[in-house]
């Protein structure tokens, strides 16, 4: 069954074989394990966060990511409330706490990736190339620079992109 996405949405069978692409080739498979939980997006925004957070904490974990418009769809809710939602519970009401992350970038500087909450320095450091722009190499068979992101995932990513050119 194919999942109900929305438009430029990443089908999960492309973003599974990244994260495998990654796990292979970048981390120690003893302190690594993945578990996918089948289930569509909802596009709820704040409260799919919190609902996100809870099925991690059932499964033992510790902290979410939670970045820019987790589980948003357009406009629709703003930057940075699906973040802000855990704020509205006292402590241990929710076990799996969020890792807040705003927009991350490659920091010449720093000599790696970055986010506002880790790196001050000025933005003409940054590697930094709008989604739209990336998707246009992909789509082109180009690998964007490999600041922004590891060889054996961009090019997942250039096939997949490149077999939506084609039909
Ligand atoms: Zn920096």
């Known amino acids: 069954m194919q999942a109900k ?24 498979p003893k302190t690594i394990e993945m578990r996918v939980y089948p289930m569509e997006m909802r596009y709820a925004g704040p409260k ?24 948003g769809v357009g406009s629709y809710y703003t ?3 699906a973040q802000e939602i855990f704020n509205e519970f006292k402590p241990g009401e929710i076990l799996c706490q969020p890792i807040k992350v705003t ?11 970055a986010t506002d909450k880790t790196c001050a320095h000025d933005p003409s450091e940054r590697v930094n190339i709008s989604g739209t722009k990336v998707r246009e190499m992909f ?13 054996e995932v961009l090019e997942i990513l250039t096939r997949y992109y490149q077999s939506l050119d084609s039909k």
Do not use: T
């Open 139 to 151: 789509g082109r068979g180009e690998l964007p620079p490999l600041e922004f992101g590891r060889k």
């Open 48 to 71: 799919e966060a919190i609902l996100h957070a809870i099925f991690r904490q059932n499964f033992g974990c510790s902290h979410l990511l939670v970045g820019r418009d987790h589980a």
């Open 79 to 81: 930057a940075y409330q």
């Open 5 to 28: 996405l929305k438009k430029g949405d990443i089908p999960a069978e492309v973003r599974f074989e990244c994260y495998k692409a990654h796990m292979e080739n970048y981390f120690n």
């Open 103 to 113: 927009s991350s970038y490659y920091c010449k500087r720093c000599d790696g990736m």
